[in-house]
């Protein structure tokens, strides 16, 4: 595993604290985690990013 990465026994272990909208932050370190209403469940989904000077995918 990556430096800071998050496995399953992560998200096993840890339950979400709150839900949100849009969410406007501080500059930061984001985690997005796409995820379906039921376990095992494949889907597609679609993330947009918007950013005011560009970015640097890593």
């Known amino acids: ?5 998050l496995d399953q ?3 096993s272990n ?5 839900r949100s909208g849009k969410y406007r932050g501080i500059r930061s370190v984001y985690v997005i985690v796409a995820s379906t209403y039921r376990p095992n ?5 679609f ?7 560009g970015n640097i995918q890593g």
């Open 47 to 53: 993330l947009r990013v918007y950013t005011k000077t």
């Open 14 to 18: 840890n339950r979400p604290v709150a």
């Open 1 to 5: 595993d990556k430096p800071g990465s």
């Open 41 to 45: 469940q494949q889907g597609e989904f």
């Open 9 to 11: 026994q992560f998200f």
